[in-house]
């Protein structure tokens, strides 16, 4: 009976005075269900960037996405009006640099960012990375040159350290059961920036051309012909800034530097069936406070994360550029236009996916198991796409779309499992930093990806008649058209 009592009495949490991580643990007491306004809030977030909470915390997520997701309907073309490459086969080789100053810039900082996030709270990191949004993306639609583009986007990509800490704020904001569905509502933001991103750069790009009636071709729109849907996503950026004035800090800020869990430990000393704590020689108790970097778990998950990462974004930005090649290089000869409607397609089933159908499926395998059979059925659907090519007319659309869609789904899948190994794997304290150090080398990753992807696309389109590696004797004896003359 004493037993029980000391046991409840150590249940009760203690909450401290204007700590705001105390008053969010206060409010998830006394919460039923998901906290969907928050969600929303921090989806914008991650839009403007590129899963019970209230609904600002969706919309920041959004954020992050858009910038990104917008890029890759009309880079081809932006890369194309730069006059950088001197044949047409060069373009996606260029295009690939581009797309990797973001990541490399993000790559740089995510361990600053993240270690502020942990020492002066989530909010404020949060702030700054959608500002920076507001106002790189805006000049990076007023790019004059190639090299213009890239140090924007690096800039773009070394302020904005939003990500991590969106992803330890979704883990923190709502009860542990609905984990999955806060992580998994990061990854349906990041699906509803690739509806909107990619329709937004598909139809919104070289306006003057499209839309005459509309937009002079003397007017900055026809002077900058991708500067308006960079300057919506900056604007939308600019709401989710707005937003993070409702989004309550998660970060415990006690004199001590201490947590309401501290009942908790307590009550796991006195329970040692449950092997909460890792004994010393002379019998003693103590927490077991290993090194981020000794954190196996953690490390495990961050190194699949990595290589992943990689995979994706290469997929991603090979993709677009092969649709919108020349049909003599191999590619489809979409417009900007088409590869908008694609991707738009694509995310609206993923968000349904994301929102209706992956809680369920992660509660039934793990996020372990999910992770392992999304990757293998990735390996036959990639292969099938040099014979998607082949097709043409109403077939070519219909299975390029439901091939797009499957495989945004199965990564999709992944990088969420991921995330929950991830953040399961540390404790509040250190969630910022580990998240930081997740999102460092995801980042060099994503950056070698895109770099990577554009070259190897590039290569291949120059040697379409050799069996895998390049043909000499034909490169030799082959007259090169300068491209742009």
């Not at 050799?466 to 491209?483: E, G, T």
Request: with cysteine; proline share 5%.
């Amino acid at each position: 009976m004493a037993n029980n009592g000391l046991q409840e009495t150590l249940l009760k949490k203690q909450y401290h005075e204007n700590c705001p991580g105390c008053v969010v643990d206060e409010m998830k007491e006394r919460q039923e269900g998901v906290p969907i306004k928050k969600l929303l809030t921090m989806g914008t977030i991650v839009l403007s960037a590129g899963r019970a909470l209230t609904s600002f915390s969706l919309s920041l997520v959004a954020s992050s996405a858009l910038p990104i997701a917008s890029l890759y309907p009309f880079l081809y073309f932006m890369i194309r009006d730069f006059h950088i490459a001197k044949r047409e086969e060069d373009i996606n080789f260029y295009a690939g640099y581009v797309g990797a100053s973001y990541m490399l810039g993000r790559t740089l900082t995510s361990i600053f960012w993240g270690v502020v996030a942990d020492r002066y709270g989530r909010k404020p990191v949060i702030f700054t990375g959608v500002i920076a949004i507001f106002v790189f993306n805006t000049l990076f639609g007023l790019s004059l040159n190639f090299w213009m583009a890239i140090g924007t986007r690096f800039l773009l990509g070394a302020l904005n350290g939003l990500l991590g800490p969106m992803k330890a704020y979704a883990s923190e904001i709502c009860h542990h059961k609905y984990q999955a569905v806060a992580l998994s509502s990061i990854s349906a933001s990041w699906a509803i920036g690739l509806i909107t991103g990619p329709a937004l750069g598909g139809f919104l790009a070289q306006p003057a051309e499209k839309y005459p009636a509309t937009f002079s071709p003397n007017s900055i729109f026809g002077r900058f012909p991708y500067f308006l849907p960079c300057l919506c996503i900056s604007l939308f950026a600019l709401i989710g800034a707005i937003c993070c004035f409702w989004l309550p800090e998660t970060l415990h800020m006690h004199p001590c530097n201490s947590s309401p869990s501290e009942s908790y430990d307590a009550l796991e000393a006195a329970l040692p069936k449950f092997n909460w704590k890792t004994e010393t020689k002379d019998g003693r108790e103590t927490a077991s406070a290993k090194s981020l970097l000794k954190n196996w778990p953690l490390m495990s998950s961050i190194i699949v994360y990595c290589i992943f990462s990689l995979h994706d974004m290469a997929y991603s930005e090979i993709c677009s550029l092969w649709a919108e090649s020349p049909r003599k290089f191999g590619g489809l000869s979409y417009s900007t236009q088409s590869v908008g409607e694609i991707l738009t397609i694509t995310g609206c089933g993923l968000l349904v996916f994301q929102l209706f159908l992956y809680p369920f499926v992660e509660k039934m395998l793990g996020p372990i198991n999910i992770a392992r059979i999304s990757g293998i059925l990735s390996i036959p659907l990639l292969t099938s796409y040099p014979y998607i090519a082949m097709l043409s007319g109403i077939a070519l659309a219909v299975v390029l779309n439901c091939a797009i869609l499957l495989k945004s789904v199965l990564s999709t899948s992944i990088i969420t499992g991921l995330f929950i190994l991830q953040n399961n794997a540390v404790e509040q304290h250190q969630r910022g930093a580990a998240n930081g150090i997740a999102m460092t080398a995801m980042s060099l990753f994503k950056a070698v990806g895109p770099a990577g992807g554009g070259a190897i696309l590039s290569w291949a389109q120059k040697r379409q008649h050799a069996a895998f590696f390049p043909d000499f004797r034909n490169l030799l004896n082959q007259k090169q058209q300068p491209y742009g003359c």
